[in-house]
C-alpha cells in the first residue's frame, strides 16, 4: 500500500526526528532502539541529516533565526583548521575519529592480504581520508542547502588541475560506487570552496573531461573495465550525477540511462532505492523520454518505500523493518526492527523526487541538492 504524502505524515515524520533528539540542541540519536556506543556518541552527521528533512519538510522556514543561526553555528563547531593529517577547513566528529582509527588487529590482518591480492584495496589511512572527506562535503552541502555557509574555508589539495585526475584516474573504477562518491565529492568542494579561484574554470573542465572518459554508452553509465554488477552501475551513475549537478554540466546521455534503470528492480535499501529515484528525477528534467513508463516504474517503487514505513512511529528504516547497522565504517546500531535518521533521510528525499517526477499537486516537500 502507498503512503499517503499530506500533512499529518509530515507531522508523524517531524515528530519522530524530535524523539531523536538528545538533551543538547541540534544532537539527535541515529534510532531509538539498539544504540551502540558509537551511535549514541557520534553526532555530525546525525545532525546534518536532521537538518535536512527539516528543510524537506518545510520546517525550516518556520525556525527563528535564531535558532537557524545556531544549528549553523553548531555545525560549524566541527570545524578545525590545526589537524595537519586532514585538509584545511575538515568537519571532524572527534567521537567519530577516535572511533574509527582504532585498530582491530584481525581486520587488519585481512586488510593486509587483501591488498597483497588486490592491487586497489584500500589501506585504513586512505579509508579514514574519505570517511573524513565525506563528512565535510555532508556538513558543507547541509550549510549551503539552507542559505550558510562554513566558517573556514575547506582546502584540499586534490583541488587542483596538476592533481586531480592523477587522484581520479588512480581510483577503482570497477567499483563506481566508491569511486563516483570521491568524485562528487570534489565537485562539492570545487563550486562551494573555489568558486573565486582563478583555477575554478580549469579545475571544472578537468572534472567534466575525466566524466566524459568514465562514459559507457550502452548504459549511459560510468565505469571502467568490464560491465559492473547492476548495484554498482546504478549507484555509481548516481554519484557521478551528483557532482555533474554541482557543476552545472549536462547529463551525457540520460535516455540511455533511463533503458537502464527501467530494467532494473533495485535492492530494497534506503540508499539503492534513492539512488535509482534520484536518476530519474535528473533525467526527466533532461527529457521526456518514456516518461509513462517511468511513472509507472516509480507507482513499484513507491510500494517498496512503504515497505519501510514505521506508520505508529512515523519514520523510514533504512533496511525493510530495520534501522541502519553501519555509519562510515562504524558499527551504530544492532538494526533493530525500528526506523532511523538516516533512512528517514533518504526515503523523504525520495518522497520529493517522486513529486517532482509525477507533478504531483500532493503536500509540499522541497527538494535537497546531495
Sequence with gaps: MKIKINDSFKDDIFNFLMSLKKNRDFEFYPALDGLTYAGKNINLGFSCFALKCFFILDKWEYQENNEKDRWAEYLNSYQTNNDSKFPHGSFIDIDYLKLIEKTDIQKESKRVIKRLIKQNYKTKKQEVDEFIRAESKQAISSLYQVGYKNKISYKNKLVAPSIISEYLNGLNWSKPWSSGAQFSGLCVFLETQYKDSDKYELVKNELIRFSD?????????????????????????????????????????????????????????????????????MCTKATDYRKKEIISYIDDIEIMISQHYFSKIGGFSYYPENSQKYYYGLSITKSFKTPDIHGTTLLLWAFSMINFIKDTEETKLNLIKP
Design 213 to 281: 572518459s568514465l562514459l559507457d554508452n550502452e548504459t549511459g553509465c560510468y565505469f571502467r573495465g568490464q560491465k559492473v554488477s547492476d548495484t554498482e552501475l546504478v549507484n555509481g551513475a548516481m554519484k557521478i550525477l551528483t557532482g555533474l549537478d554541482w557543476l552545472d554540466a549536462e547529463i551525457h546521455k540520460p535516455e540511455a540511462i533511463i533503458d537502464t534503470c527501467l530494467r532494473i528492480k533495485p535492492l530494497r535499501l534506503g540508499c539503492d532505492i534513492v539512488d535509482i529515484v534520484y536518476i530519474l528525477y
